[in-house]
């Protein structure tokens, strides 16, 4: 056995498994989690908003009466009866589907790996938003796709530039097989895309034949108004459509699904089952227990004005705060809002004097593939109540106050302060 002291099998890899990497900020986010420091990194949801004492009994009552069906193995597919009340909440962003089109997943990142594991042999291409959530991409890393950033602007992926890309990834003599999208409430772009534009993207890959991955973990987030429309409404054939009852109910259950077209979703169940066997019964039978005795959509109400206070307070806070020549995204719904920082500053070599100043956020980098995102970070306001995320964004605001001096006096700060390390609990990026 060759390998290095540290790890002696490191030869004997796939080469799959070289390209998993942790990042980068691993070792700061340790630190970042003590409790003095305000985190506005994690894209934890508020839990605390749910109702436990109601959940316990949920969860109680499952055991005592389908004790025998919830701790046994169940099918690879999902519960029956919770894929027909998912259709009620796909319905709400105008999804129409069988019950048989679902797949019930451990949670939908477990979805973006079987999805990616049935269409993406290594080299092919994904094509996704500039920025993009950072577990996808690791997925897509470790199917050893080619990931292709594509420009957004406000209002979501700018088609003339998918346009582009596909050309040249064509030009390069490769194939791209999905575009992944995240178009309500993005993460962590902090931007939706609007009906126009959905279906001149929708457009774009009918004529192209490329698939769509829709991922929509916030559609039901939305701070004003009806939840946007789905672009899988208004295309059953062309896209699969991710959903999760991480942010509406509890991520810790682990209950996501998949909406695919017929043999995608038969190839979908058998990833599956080489996965994991089923997705888990007991977790499965709890939120459709829950479903079924709860007022579920008034809970969704609970956690949007929750999340609409917090998204208040930190937009109110980086307007009478920020340095002149800092922007960000006003996001509609969900978690997360998209910060620029004033010219010549860069977020990743600030991160180890923000977390000093006790406030942490994740440096844009994290959102690309290819080093993009020096000048960005991602706040996410959905954990922290609302004094402590105006008190993290008067810090955040103090640092890049004095970044800014720095920078003046010696020049841009992109050199100073990298932080590595890489023996520590993996960082809260969600
Ligand atoms: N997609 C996006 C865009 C997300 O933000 C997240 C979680 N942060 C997920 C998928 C995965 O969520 P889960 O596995 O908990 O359903």
Redesign the pocket.
Known sequence: MSGSRLDPWVDSYASRAHAMRASEIRALFAVASRPEVVSLAG?MPFVQALPIDMLLETAQRVLRERGAQALQYGSGQGDVTLREQILQVIGEVGVTAHPDDIIVT?????A?DLVTRVFCDPGDVVLVESPS?V??LGVFRAYECDVVHVAMDDEGLVPSALDEAIVAVRAAGKRAKLIYT?PNF??PAGITQGQARRAELLAIAQREGIAILE?D??GLLGFEGEPPRAIRANDPDGVIY?G????TIA?GL?V?WAVAPHGVREKLVLANEAAVLCPSNYAQLTISEYLATQPWREQIKTFQEVYRERRDALLESLQALMPEGTTWTIPAGG?YSWLTLPHGLDATAMLPRAVASLVAYVPGTGFYVDGQGRQNLRLSYCYPEPDRIREGVRRLAGVIESELELAETFGTTHSRGAFTGSSVPAPDL?
């Open positions: 894209g451990t949670g939908s990142q477990m973006l959530y577990g996808a995240i993005h993460n991922d973990p916030y991710l999760s009852f991480s942010k991520s682990r996501g978690f969600r």
